[in-house]
């Protein structure tokens, strides 16, 4: 039914179009009572076995939205609505900033794909911040908020601008994320070097303790699928160093590696972040590489290229103990959520392990004994 009204309805509209359409629909059911109920009970049935503790909090499963969808923090209870166990808003910067010239997001339908070049198009942290606030949730779930740098803000200032929006947005996250692995913005990912990333998170951690001071703040930081095998390490080991509590692997590729024989070589040219299918191999190396190295000290979430159960299922037993999807709900439709759900449940029925718990990393510790 949904792949019928995406090639007649949504495929024929520019993909920002589409998915702001989307994103009214989605709002106005989660804001009518009746229609709300009806889409929970039918796209987000609780599955006991899956219930996922991670971070310090309670989830009813592992799978969550990645951040990106909901940069502003208008639709979490819409997308609760839909299943996901989790949504990171953002990613949220100090100043508001209008992104990118359109056109900057490209679906490139054969390959289960998109490119955007977004620009971290958002309100700014204290915009969102207050709508965070005023926020009275309708479904409890997870709110994660990812924040990265304003793109005017010069990379040698970009710490202060970090700080910036912890300090409003820290006491409204369930758990906050560093985001240096967008490639849309200018230098960015320079930020991910161990030399530069150090004083960040240590900024960040700062700012969070000290503006909120009944808990701790789970802090977490996300890398690109483009970082080489020992800058993952790097990271890897500075995270355990600075005592952050997890890592989010991974963001979208600048790579284009065996594209462009199914989707047109035009789009293909698109500069931007590359999601969806072609990134699920390198995103779930780079996570079987992290679970290696830290095994169970940091909490990993497994993202990019998820597009069923089974592609959840394999970040689980690489490492993942939450996993998170963008690019194919584009593409599956408002069922993605439940589709995994349902097939981790059965995947976990008719596995050896007890609980999710005990599959996290298993592949991964059985390749390296
Ligand atoms: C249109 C679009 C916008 C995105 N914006 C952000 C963002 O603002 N911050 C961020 O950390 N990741 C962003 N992402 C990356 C996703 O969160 C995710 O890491 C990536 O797309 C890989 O997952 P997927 O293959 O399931 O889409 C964006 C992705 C897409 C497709």
Known sequence: MYKLFFDLVFKRMDPEQAHYLAFRWIRLAARTPVLRTFAAAALAPRYEELRT??????????????????????????????????????????????????????????????????????????????????????????????????????EEEAAADYVASTERLARHADYLVVN???????????????????????????????????????????????????????VADLALELGLDGIIATNTTIAREGLGL????????????????????????????LYARVGDRLVLVGVGGIENAEDAWQRILAGATLIQGYSAFVYEGPFYARAIHKGLAARLAASPYETLAEAVGAETRKATQ
């Open 53 to 154: 503790e991670a971070l310090g909090l309670r989830m009813h499963g592992p799978f969550g939205l990645a951040a990106g969808f909901d940069k502003n923090a208008v639709a979490i209870d819409g997308m609760a609505m839909l299943g996901f166990d989790h949504v990171e808003i953002g990613t949220v910067t100090a100043q508001a900033q209008p992104g990118n010239p359109k056109k900057r997001l490209f679906r490139l339908v054969p390959d289960r794909a998109l490119i955007n070049r977004m620009g971290f198009n958002n309100e700014g942290s204290a915009a969102v911040a207050a709508r965070l606030g005023a926020r009275v949730p309708v479904f409890k779930t997870v709110v994660g908020v990812n924040i990265g740098k304003t793109k005017v803000v010069p």
């Open 180 to 234: 240096v692995s967008s490639p849309n913005t200018p230098g960015l990912r320079n930020l991910q070097a161990t030399e530069s990333l150090r004083p960040l998170l240590t900024a960040v951690r700062e700012a969070a303790d000290r503006t909120v001071t009944d808990r701790r703040v789970p802090l977490l930081v996300k890398i690109a699928p483009d970082l080489a095998d020992e800058d993952v390490d790097a």
């Open 262 to 289: 199914k989707s047109s070589p035009d789009l293909v040219k698109e500069t931007g972040g590359l999601s969806g299918a072609p990134v699920k191999e390198r995103s779930l190396e780079v996570l079987r590489r």
